[in-house]
């Protein structure tokens, strides 16, 4: 299988930016009448992070009640029940809006007492471009629907997240650009050879700031994606997986200063490309360092199907 980037990224970028609007008056308007037993909690993976740094959500949805409750199965923010809110430190509210929208048609389903459902999912970039654009404080919070009439079933606490000005290389790679909006994509999916003025813009901050914690995010992003092969429909060629590449990277990552999720990934993405080059018995060791996380953080399992 390969990766590719097709038109209906485009076209649900569109409709995301169609409703960004409505979520911000959606989460301004809504009356909270809260499902008995249904219990939301949101997470980040720090509680401070560098300017520019990757920042990735944990949702948990748990019934504490004694009886099931119909809920949406998925707490993804592209498939519309789950939305997250953001104030800057300025005290703006505003609408997290994901980069595209999945137009899905999964019905209600019951949850029973005791269980649960969990997500992790960026939300450092979206629709609306870089989320965390300064420094300073910012409150997260999260609301549940029923995605077909917009009830709200249950509302998170808000959690808090510092944004500092670290090194000078999150200045460097959020601004105004195409290179830097491009940087942004290729960061939140990991891939993307079609996105060569980010790919050049991310090179250009490694190159700056090599020690930074942003340079350890790019080097992961850019192994990622060259461990996996990708289809670029813009030159109309397939380019091979280049394992030796994505390790020269890897080796390059400090793990101890990245999200959890992309610790994760980190592992991953190691134990695919040596998978690759044809060390088997070395890539299941590598595979193993994921357990003490998961164990942790149930719903980073995701990522260890790819």
């Excluded at 601004?175 to 290729?186: D, V, Y």
């Excluded at 990991?190 to 020690?211: C, F, K, S, T």
């Excluded at 360092?289 to 942790?296: F, R, T």
């Amino acid at each position: 299988m390969y990766t590719h980037y097709t038109d209906h990224v485009r076209a649900h970028h569109f409709v995301s930016q169609l409703v960004a609007v409505v979520l911000s008056v959606m989460f301004c308007a809504t009356a909270y009448a809260e499902t008995a037993g249904l219990k939301l909690a949101i997470a980040t993976g720090k509680a401070e992070v560098e300017l520019g740094e990757p920042v990735y959500l944990t949702a948990m949805l748990s019934n504490t009640g004694r009886d099931a409750v119909a809920v949406f199965p998925s707490l993804y923010p592209e498939d519309s029940a789950l939305r997250v809110n953001v104030v800057t430190p300025g005290g703006k509210s505003v609408a997290f809006v994901p980069y595209s929208l999945d137009l899905n048609d999964s019905a209600m389903q019951q949850m029973a007492a005791g269980e649960s459902l969990s997500a992790v999912f960026p939300i450092f970039y979206g629709g609306r471009g870089w989320t965390f654009q300064e420094t300073g404080e910012y409150r997260i919070s999260a609301v549940f629907s029923d995605p077909s009439d917009g009830k709200v079933l249950v509302e998170s606490a808000a959690v808090s997240l510092t944004v500092t000005a670290g090194d000078g290389s999150g200045a460097y790679l959020i601004n105004e650009s195409k290179a830097s909006s491009e940087a942004g994509k290729f960061l939140l999916w990991q891939q993307g050879d079609h996105l060569r003025a980010g790919i050049v813009h991310l090179q250009g901050l490694v190159e700056h700031y090599p020690q930074s914690v942003n340079a350890d995010y790019a080097r992961l992003a850019f192994a990622h994606n060259l461990s996996k092969p990708f289809r670029d429909y813009s030159i109309g060629t397939l380019r091979k997986a280049d394992p030796d590449a994505a390790m020269k990277y890897i080796e390059k990552v400090d793990p101890g200063r990245l999200q959890p999720y992309l610790k994760v990934d980190k592992i991953v993405t190691e134990s695919r490309s040596l998978m690759l080059q044809g060390n088997k018995s070395k890539a299941q060791s590598v595979l193993k360092k994921a357990d003490p996380i998961l164990k942790q953080q149930p719903a980073l399992r995701v990522l260890m199907t790819e």
